[in-house]
């Protein structure tokens, strides 16, 4: 019985984990240089994962968004590799820059798969 359970539990484990959320980019979009605040972004998109508070008094606001997933058949152990995709993972970052009196300037984005 062991033999026909521990294949078959493997196969239907996939692994999953996320952390922080995509950003909204209309939400994105209505940030405006010069005149949204600090506290207005964070009222709009929610708290951000980092604050990079600088000597020259600018400001970086950090959104995160982080996933990883693994194919559960590559779990099985001697056949994994060849019948399952591995794993995937995928991170996008957005940085909201702000000048010294906590106004918004710009942004800067990547995303990693």
Known sequence: MKRFWIPTLALFLAGCATSGAHLDQNKLASLKPGVTTIADTEALLGTPQSVSSRADG????????????????SMIPLVGGFLGKGTNSSVEYTGLNFDRSGHYVNSTSYQHN
């Open 58 to 73: 600018t400001t970086t606001l950090g959104y995160q968004f982080s996933s990883v997933q693994t194919d559960g058949k």
